[in-house]
């Protein structure tokens, strides 16, 4: 009975890790500039990916039932690394002036320099 509900859980969690990164693969299709295809890859991606890991922690866990660290470590590393390489991405792009929509933007930076 219990194996049921946490396969299910597992079930719903890759569900939403699929979803989160379709919809990162569509916001880096549809998106008009670097920072913001950026920021799609780094946050919508690494909740994708986080989401597909748990599930797959939570399979093993039913499956096999013995907790498996090495998959807890790597949900740990893409949430720490994803989010940091987007905003590296981001940074290096605006101080080699690539330029942004056609939109008004505000930027906080421009006098930082």
């Known amino acids: 009975m219990i194996d049921t509900i946490i396969n299910i859980a597992a079930m719903i969690f890759i569900l939403l890790g699929a979803t989160m990164s379709f919809v990162s693969a569509l916001g880096l ?12 890859a780094s946050k919508a991606s690494t909740l994708g990916v986080m989401f597909i890991m748990t599930g797959v922690l939570l399979f093993f866990i039913a499956k096999d039932h013995q907790f498996q660290p090495s998959l807890l470590l790597a949900i740990l590393f893409i949430f720490l690394t994803g989010p940091i390489g987007g905003h590296l991405i981001m940074r290096s792009a605006y101080y080699i002036g690539v ?10 930076l421009k006098n930082a320099k």
């Open 29 to 40: 299709y549809r998106l008009p500039d670097v920072y913001t295809r950026a920021h799609s």
């Open 99 to 108: 330029p942004y929509t056609k939109k008004t933007v505000r930027d906080d």
